[in-house]
């Protein structure tokens, strides 16, 4: 006879308690079992959220738990108990097991579950409890077009997507909170006085002074932005001069150590930003905004550094191109308004629209389409920790008319919904979702091309390392190629990927296999190392520099008063102080800045919910957080040698999941 112990932790969600009565079987081999048992501890009140309860069961005839059956009554208020795990301990025989539920118990039905819960669809002992709990799951989790051209989202936040208690996103309290404990009133003097009094607004509490506030007045910074700055992934080589540029090799010869502009671009020494696609977006009354090409060159040191700016995209008298030979102040703030437009595409293309919403209706996929049981959703559910709650809060909090974006972005909300539709049918899985191939088609991958690009060569150890991880993992549940053909979980879910929204589904260009599915491994691997990366590393990158780019007004505007320049006449820096943020608009972009660049969970790898706990998988997650840390500390090495650090995508520091 052996004695059990039996430990549950409830959920941390709203309503995830109850004051139901709790019953449990317990299967071992050879047909052996135990009569119901109602789990209960004595003057204590069970199974409150949040909450660990530990039971003993004594008498039992089998040293080994192979199937756990439980199931609740409807006593109390709530008609269904959360659960996340539940861990079998054998006292006296040291046989221990864990059952991952992550699950809402409805009353009264019985669930069965293995140790670790873990299988494929063909190797599952109990279809019908899986194939009812995705037909509940589907309607939770539906898909809807919540603005005309965005991606696929939630019509509403299922109940396991909200936030646990011990995570909360309140952006309203915590602007009070800061501006509470904050020298922030010296923003209410009146206009900016000098480039001294915009430094003044800093302190060494709650708003230290960003990381670099010369970005402005260095053409080398200014090129730098373009490979450790929050919109890195836009810049490409130039191969062919942009005809609608209106420059020529007499014009551009100063600026290229000797070269011709034809050599210059042979030798692959020349590199464009093109943001053609701000061309008419819809703009805050009384704003305007550019939609800027810039071209820029890789000097004999290696630097690379801006040497024209065309503001807008038509040739006409009034766009010229600006030169670093203009006038200092001129010069500065032809960069300013090309800034000015980069973040207008890093806020709503890099950061909202291709970060947070375009993996929100891959969060909804997978729970339309796989079991918890099933190993992918395991791998993949960490990662999509709070994304869906974090869309709608912010769509609540920054977008609705007088937000955050409509106060401090030109474009506002309706250009900025423009600009997102615009841009999913350019976005490709393939391509701007799988980092490898993104550098190859901007022609950046090649460091003798490109020397100093941190964002791409502190990202490509840990876009490597998670496809290492992803690659063992489905090599482990799927032996060959042919299992995964004939898994129908995930081909239903791969089928919904690119399955065009008017018919169902995510509308994703791109997607690897053919006919609506995978044929192969790699295909597979090649999709979930995307989501993983890009609900981490990649939002890492768009995210956690925001208070260092935007705190400083010149350095990175999210818009600019009057009108861009239409010529080369001398400006000052009374103009440049002019141009810039009101002190009250530029509290507004510290306070939501600084609020986002905050990390609240935990790093990647170390998981703040995790689902695996088959062994083989576990010892995977074990090499994988181990290569990470090893990454990390070769991170931390080039920072100590950098000129400008660029610890952003440093694993220590790069979140899970999509949760701020």
Known sequence: MYEYRIT??????????????????????????????????????????????????????????????????DAGWYTEWNIDTITIENLSG???????????????????????????????????????????????????????GFPVQAPEIPLDEEFSFSYQWDITKKKLILMGTSKLKTLFRGDWESVEDVESIYDDNMFPRPSDCTRWLSDEKFGQQRFDGLNSMVILLCSVLPPKMAVDDEMMRPFLQGLSLEDAIKSKRTFVVDHSIMDGVTTRPGVFSC?????????DDGKIVPIAIQLFQHLAPDNPVFLPSDPKYTWILAKMWFNCADAQVHQWIAH??????????????????LSQ???????????????IAINHRAVETLMNPGGHIDNTLSVGKDGGVQLI????????????????????????????????????????????????????YVHLYYASDEVLINDPEIQSWRRDLDLPMEAGGLGIIGVPGSDGKFTTRDQFITVLTSIIYTCSVGHASVNFKQYDEYAFPMNYPSWLKGDPPKDKSAKTERDILDAIH???????????????SERSTRPL????????????????????????????????????????????????????????
């Open 373 to 387: 049981s099933h190993p992918i959703f395991k791998l993949l559910a960490p990662h999509f920790l709070y994304l």
């Open 352 to 369: 909202l629209g291709f970060t947070h919403i375009i993996m929100e209706g891959f969060v909804i996929a997978t729970h339309r389409h």
């Open 582 to 596: 009101s002190r009250k608009a530029q509290m507004k972009v510290m306070l939501v800045s600084k609020i986002l």
């Open 421 to 472: 539709g615009r841009h999913r049918s350019l976005w490709r899985l393939d391509v701007a979702g799988t980092l490898p191939a993104d550098l190859r088609t901007r022609g950046v991958e090649d460091q003798e091309i490109v020397p100093d690009y941190p964002c791409r060569d502190d990202a490509l150890l840990s876009y490597n390392a998670i496809r290492s991880y992803v690659t063992k």
């Open 291 to 299: 939609a800027p090409i810039a071209l820029f060159f890789r000097r």
């Open 94 to 148: 040291g046989w221990e097991a864990v059952f991952p539920v992550f699950r809402w118990i409805k009353s009264n039905v019985h669930y069965k579950f293995r140790p670790y819960d873990t299988c494929l669809p063909k190797d599952d002992m109990f279809p019908e409890q899986r194939t009812r709990e995705l037909e509940e799951k589907r309607t939770l989790y539906k898909y809807s077009q919540l603005e005309p």
């Open 8 to 73: 549950v932790k409830t959920g941390d969600r709203p309503r995830a308690g109850t004051n139901g009565n709790v019953y449990v079987v317990l299967y071992g081999e050879e047909d052996l079992v135990t009569p119901p048992t109602k789990l209960d501890a004595f003057f204590h009140d069970d199974f409150e959220r949040g909450q660990t309860d530990v039971f003993n069961l004594k008498n039992i005839q089998f040293d080994k738990v192979s199937v756990l059956e439980l199931w609740r009554d």
């Open 605 to 660: 790898g170390d998981f703040a919910i995790d689902y695996v706990y088959d062994p083989p998988a576990v010892q995977i997650q074990k090499e994988f957080r181990e290569q990470l840390k090893n990454i990390s500390d070769v991170i931390k090495r080039r920072n100590e040698t950098r000129e400008c650090p660029y610890p952003y995508l440093d694993p220590a520091e790069i979140p899970n999941s999509i949760s701020i």
